[in-house]
Nanobody, 121 residues
């Protein structure tokens, strides 16, 4: 059974940092790229970052470039999102996904349940 489980969300003050993790079943992880998306209340789900199988190629939304870093540990079937200099606008539910490298929701076939990140002013 395909499974993605996010963790690491929580409440942080503006300017702080959090690291999200997404543990994947082996079958899911071997499908290739992994991505992070987020959805704020009342808004559409949006792309945050993605990484290819080897970790040699990454993509970032303009809004998080220079603040967030995506990485993966294939030996642990885990992808990470290190978030720094957090802003209240980063408040959202963060989802990890597995699929093809890209920024479109349609490029990802498997999704986790999400983890809440709340950034206070």
């Amino acid at each position: 059974q395909v499974q993605l489980v996010e963790s690491g969300g929580g409440l942080v003050q503006a300017g702080g940092s959090l690291r999200l993790s997404c543990a994947a079943s082996t079958r899911t992880f071997s499908s290739g790229a992994m991505g992070w998306f987020r959805q704020a209340p009342g808004k559409d789900r949006e792309f945050v970052a993605a990484i290819n199988w080897s970790g040699g190629r990454t993509l970032y939304a303009d809004s998080v470039k220079g603040r967030f870093i995506i990485s993966r540990d294939n030996a642990k079937n885990t992808v990470y999102l290190q978030m720094s200099s957090l802003k209240p606008v980063d408040t959202a539910v963060y989802f990890c996904a597995a699929g093809s490298l890209g920024s479109l929701l349609s490029e990802y076939h498997y999704w986790g349940q999400g983890t809440q990140v709340t950034v206070s002013p």
